[in-house]
Nanobody
């Protein structure tokens, strides 16, 4: 199983960035996908999630209206479009895949990609 994030880097405040997470080694279309982030000295937090068929999304309140999660099940890829970026969005962003059925849960994580918002 592999989740490989890409698209991070340095961006100015107010700018935009698109993260990608390419998945392999499991049946991508069966998994809910999420983006998490972790800033230095802080706990990892949920940014956004999308269900397996892409028909439902969920966002942390501070990201609503600025971030958009999407997925392409044909390409086994999930995306995070980030607009109006703020310095407090600086963090390592992680891709997560989760399969849940009754009491059975599978969780996979990517290695993370650094996003730095600074002038």
């Amino acid at each position: 199983v592999q989740l490989v994030e890409s698209g991070g880097g340095l961006v100015q405040p107010g700018g935009s960035m698109r993260l990608s997470c390419a998945a392999s080694g499991f049946t991508f279309s069966r998994y809910a996908m999420s983006w998490y982030r972790q800033a230095p000295g802080k706990e990892r937090e949920l940014v956004a999630s999308i269900l397996s068929r892409g028909d439902s999304t969920n966002y942390e309140d501070s990201m609503k209206g600025r971030f958009t999660i999407s997925r392409d099940n044909a390409k086994n890829t999930v995306y995070l479009q980030m607009n109006s970026l703020k310095p407090e969005d600086t963090a390592v962003y992680y891709c997560n895949a989760q399969y849940r059925r009754n009491f059975y849960v599978e969780n996979y994580w990517g290695q993370g990609t650094q996003v730095t918002v600074s002038a």
